[in-house]
């Protein structure tokens, strides 16, 4: 499976986007590249995943290189709420591409701060 | 419905008592997970359940007993626990396993060993 690499910690103005990087850069071209993030004391929750396209959803977008080598997570008006813990986790696409157990790595550590 | 509900929410338990974690969802997955996460680290895959049966065990004690009764509910049976198994313990589901399928999480039960 790739290993991915994400900054230990960031900070982000409240209204502002948060642009959250990934670098992947041994990431098959069968890999996913999934992120889910986790309010302290609370579960992880998924945000958003995508293969090879840039990915829209209601809470936020994923922008993926053209070489698939990195990527960046972008919520575009954080909120105080958004203060949490996010993870970049390559998945497989098919069977015999890898495992597609979650593997958590440390993530990035994002503040919003008002 | 994408909810993942756990109980109890806390629970506090001595090394020789016998107690169990529960863990229901009823978006009709198939697969459901067991992680332990402890104090600021990433959670850890323990089991994963695929059609009410264990499909992978990593290499989790024998103190702590999975089952799977039926397709909506896992239990996690925990005796003889050591205070080093103190932690929150999140159960997620998905779709199926194996496969790329989006984990939903539950809230976690926090565990405390004494």
């Known amino acids: 499976d790739a290993k991915t690499t994400q900054p230990p910690s960031m900070d982000c103005a409240e209204g502002r986007a948060a642009n959250l990087p990934c670098n992947h850069s041994?990431?098959?071209?069968?890999?996913?590249v999934y992120w889910y993030r986790q309010i302290h004391s609370q579960g992880p929750q998924y945000i958003i995943h995508?293969?090879?396209n840039n990915e829209t959803n209601e809470m936020a977008s994923l922008i993926i290189t053209e070489d698939r080598k990195s990527s960046t997570l972008i919520l575009p008006h954080a909120t105080l709420r958004d203060t949490a813990v996010y993870y970049c986790?390559?998945?497989?696409?098919?069977?015999?591409?890898?495992?597609?157990?979650?593997?958590f790595g440390k993530g990035t550590k994002l503040s919003v701060i008002p | 419905d994408t909810e993942v509900t756990q109980t109890p929410k806390h629970l506090v338990m001595g090394m020789t008592n016998k107690k169990s974690l529960k863990c229901e969802q009823h978006?009709?997955?198939?697969?459901m997970y067991w992680y332990k996460q402890k104090a600021k680290k990433p959670p850890e895959l323990m089991f994963v359940?695929?059609?009410?049966?264990?499909?992978i065990n990593e290499s989790v004690p024998s103190r702590f007993s999975p089952e799977c009764p039926n397709s909506s509910l896992l239990n996690l049976h925990l005796h003889a626990l050591q205070p080093e198994d103190s932690a929150l313990y999140l159960c997620?589901?998905?779709?199926?396993?194996?496969?790329?399928?989006?984990?939903?999480f539950g809230p976690g039960t926090r565990l405390t060993v004494l």
């Open positions: 995508g293969l090879k």
């Open positions: 997620a589901s998905s779709q199926d396993w194996p496969g790329p399928d989006t984990q939903y």
């Open positions: 978006m009709g997955h198939r697969a």
């Open positions: 041994t990431i098959s071209g069968n890999e996913y």
């Open positions: 359940y695929s059609y009410e049966k264990l499909s």
């Open positions: 986790i390559a998945i497989p696409s098919y069977s015999g591409a890898g495992s597609y157990q979650l593997t």
